[in-house]
């Protein structure tokens, strides 16, 4: 007979997981200010810690060590990402167009609401961690793009690596314009979202042209 859990103690009203989700949310917002302060370089685990004001031993319950920070901060990107293509794809009765637009609006109150990631992309340029996470954060929202590519672009009959290779190269790009904007806003915002929807549509065109 198996017997039953036991109950986990509450402290302030949480459970222990609960405390160490709100901790390992410190460390990667932390992880965020010393890249905004700093740069990515910088990153270390006491640096971090001092930051969110926690102490080491804190870090490795949620962390192996500085580069699984930085793959966890590219990780909920991901998965917020591949979130606004699926929602876009869901739209009842709209174009194509107008899931694009969905969709880059999506993901600009992904990377926009929170300056930090902006930049983390203008200051990280040269961190090999920061770089393999935005490439596979690209490739990872691209992938979901793909799979619904013909709710967003004309694709029958398209190579499947053409469509990939078209829907890294838009994310990638718009990520681009995003912090490019936030370093040089001449646009407003609802006009960065226009241009940044009529770049996402181009970049469909002509896919179920040719093989």
Request: neutral net charge.
């Given at each position: 007979?198996?017997?039953?859990?036991?109950?986990?103690?509450r402290?302030?009203?949480?459970?222990?997981?609960?405390?160490?989700?709100?901790?390992?949310?410190?460390?990667?917002?932390?992880?965020?200010?010393?890249?905004v302060?700093?740069?990515?370089?910088?990153?270390?685990?006491?640096?971090?810690?001092t930051s969110?004001?926690?102490?080491?031993?804190?870090?490795?319950?949620?962390?192996?060590?500085?580069?699984?920070?930085?793959?966890?901060?590219?990780?909920?990107i991901?998965?917020?990402?591949?979130?606004?293509?699926?929602?876009?794809?869901?739209?009842?009765?709209?174009d194509?167009r107008?899931?694009?637009?969905?969709?880059?609006?999506?993901?600009?109150?992904?990377?926009l609401?929170?300056?930090?990631?902006?930049?983390?992309?203008?200051?990280?340029?040269?961190?090999?961690?920061?770089?393999?996470?935005?490439?596979?954060?690209?490739?990872?929202?691209?992938?979901?793009?793909?799979?619904?590519?013909?709710?967003?672009w004309?694709?029958?009959?398209?190579?499947?690596?053409?469509?990939?290779?078209r829907?890294?190269?838009?994310?990638g790009g718009?990520?681009?314009?995003f912090?490019?904007?936030?370093?040089?806003?001449?646009?407003?915002?609802?006009?960065?979202?226009?241009?940044?929807?009529?770049?996402f549509?181009?970049?469909?065109?002509?896919?179920?042209?040719?093989?």
């Amino acid at each position: 007979m198996t017997s039953p859990a036991t109950p986990q103690r509450r402290y302030g009203g949480k459970s222990a997981d609960e405390r160490t989700a709100e901790r390992r949310a410190k460390l990667l917002s932390a992880a965020l200010d010393v890249i905004v302060a700093k740069g990515a370089e910088a990153i270390t685990v006491t640096g971090v810690c001092t930051s969110a004001g926690l102490s080491e031993r804190y870090f490795y319950e949620s962390f192996s060590d500085r580069n699984a920070l930085l793959d966890a901060l590219f990780d909920e990107i991901s998965r917020q990402g591949a979130q606004a293509v699926l929602a876009a794809t869901a739209l009842p009765d709209r174009d194509r167009r107008e899931r694009a637009r969905a969709l880059v609006a999506g993901l600009a109150d992904i990377l926009l609401q929170d300056p930090r990631l902006g930049d983390m992309g203008l200051r990280s340029r040269t961190d090999e961690a920061v770089m393999r996470g935005r490439s596979a954060t690209a490739h990872h929202i691209a992938a979901a793009i793909e799979e619904h590519a013909d709710r967003f672009w004309a694709v029958r009959g398209a190579d499947p690596a053409r469509v990939r290779a078209r829907a890294v190269g838009a994310i990638g790009g718009i990520a681009d314009m995003f912090v490019a904007w936030q370093a040089d806003s001449g646009l407003s915002q609802p006009q960065l979202i226009e241009e940044a929807t009529d770049f996402f549509v181009a970049a469909g065109t002509g896919l179920a042209a040719r093989r």
